[in-house]
């Protein structure tokens, strides 16, 4: 359908070319007050300022829709998630409110491999609903673009499962979605004694059954003291790079695990989480061209420090912003949430917050050419917002849903 769209309070993230944005850049946010835009078959087409509209001639082949004043936006990027999983964990969350650490809960056998035995029992088909429920929900929410980690399985069989799933969810999807193999999420108790054992099952067994089904494009290694350490990520994620996975590493999130360097030594795409991140890894990371992924609703959930943006910033850092969407350390995917909690507890400005959340999440799924602004031949994956007085209101008044309808290419959800 072609569209022209008018009366937009604020158009927002508006370029005509873009590239991955990087420490003083993310400040900036380009906006046209008082805009009208055209979408023409799922992509934005022109935009302009409404004064100058009556010169433009409104085409016969196009629908006029009028926006009354809202905002507008490129959907939320959400270049981090666990969306396949099968069942929830509050008793969990109970635990920890009762005093349990992460650690303590993972060592009875209890988070990532709760969630993996849950897994395990479910059917694909079973995955594939509920993981499609969580997708509808979140469009809803404003996300337009999606990256989903295996992770859950920790077996041949259900890591294939998983990542199944979610190449289901691709081609029922109307929104773009990226796979990210995660079978280095935590060794299964069968291999606790025998670590070199798992890695091995990984590499000889799971990433070649993944080449031959073309089941992902990223691989990820929750690389952390008691889950593996930086010279097992780099083996795991060399034998990924070989059948042509670039590594996004969870990396510095309960510890200074190595993680940033070994991610930056391996031309990772994202180093995600870095809660607990010293200077050393900083500089390493705004050396290079890996994007640091802030998950603050992880940080919130677990009670640990939130990310340091500010030194992130000011070093030179690209950083981009993510849900961390699982049922362990964030069990929300609302991105609006996300923005509003970098706002508020990070001290991102709104401009930095929106640009981590849209452009540079989309370089994080290396989609940077096809979503994240308001750009000519971009898809037409849009957020419009109730009436807001400015776009700070949005991180500003946090919980508040302020989204009146989300477009995905072109069409309105
Ligand atoms: O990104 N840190 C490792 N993985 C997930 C948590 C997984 C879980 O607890 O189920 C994360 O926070
Ligand atoms: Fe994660």
């Known amino acids: 359908m072609n569209l022209l769209i008018t009366n937009i309070h604020q158009l927002v993230n508006v370029r005509a070319t873009t590239h991955l944005l990087r420490g003083k850049e ?7 007050e008082n805009a009208w835009l055209r ?19 409104i085409l016969a082949s196009e629908e006029v829709y009028n926006a009354k004043g809202a905002t507008v936006l490129p959907t939320w990027c959400d270049s981090h ?15 920890k409110i009762n005093g349990l650490s992460y650690a303590e809960i993972a ?11 849950k897994l395990q029992e479910t059917a694909e088909d079973a995955l594939l609903e509920q ?47 990226k796979a990210t193999f995660l079978g280095a999420h935590t ?20 990433i070649p059954a993944i080449a031959a089904e073309k089941l992902a494009d990223y691989i990820d290694v929750f690389c952390e003291e008691g889950f593996f350490n930086p010279a097992e990520t780099e083996r795991i994620c060399l034998a990924g790079m070989a059948i042509g996975l670039k590594p996004k590493i969870h990396a510095n999130q309960l510890h200074l695990s190595g993680g940033t360097e070994t991610g930056v ?48 910033l000011t070093k030179g850092c690209a950083i981009a912003l993510a849900s961390d ?41 290396e989609l940077g050419q096809e979503l994240g602004s308001i750009t000519p031949g971009k898809r037409a994956n849009l957020i419009f917002t109730q009436p807001i007085p400015s776009l700070a209101y949005l991180p500003y008044a946090f919980g508040t849903n302020l989204i009146d309808t989300v477009m995905i290419n072109g069409t309105f959800i």
């Open 107 to 117: 060592a009875k056998g209890g988070g990532i491999l709760q969630s993996a035995r």
């Open 265 to 312: 030594k391996l031309g990772a795409v994202t180093v995600d989480h870095l809660e607990t991140i010293d200077e050393q890894a900083i500089n390493v990371l705004a050396g290079s061209q890996t994007i640091g992924t802030l998950l603050p609703t992880a940080a919130f959930f677990l009670r640990l420090p939130f990310q340091p943006a500010r030194a992130l």
């Open 39 to 57: 979408i023409r078959e799922g992509k934005i087409s022109e935009y302009g300022v409404m004064p100058e509209l009556a010169d433009t001639t």
């Open 131 to 177: 993981a499609w429920q969580r997708l509808q929900s979140l469009m809803k929410l404003g996300t337009g673009a999606i990256e989903i980690k295996s992770g859950y399985g920790l077996t041949v069989d259900s890591e294939l499962k998983m990542l199944r799933v979610i190449k289901r969810l691709k081609e029922r999807s109307p929104i773009p979605i």
């Open 187 to 206: 060794y299964p108790t069968a291999y606790k004694e025998d670590h070199e054992k798992y890695i091995r099952l990984i590499i000889d067994e799971m």
């Open 325 to 365: 969407f699982n049922p362990g350390s964030s069990p929300s995917g609302n991105m609006n949430l996300v923005v509003a909690m970098s706002c508020i507890q990070m001290k991102m400005l709104p401009e930095e917050a929106i640009n981590a959340a849209t452009l540079n999440g989309a370089y994080a799924m």
């Open 81 to 95: 998630t666990h969306l396949v999983f099968a069942a929830s964990r509050e008793a969990e969350f109970v635990d």
């Open 26 to 32: 993310m400040a900036e946010l380009p906006v046209i």
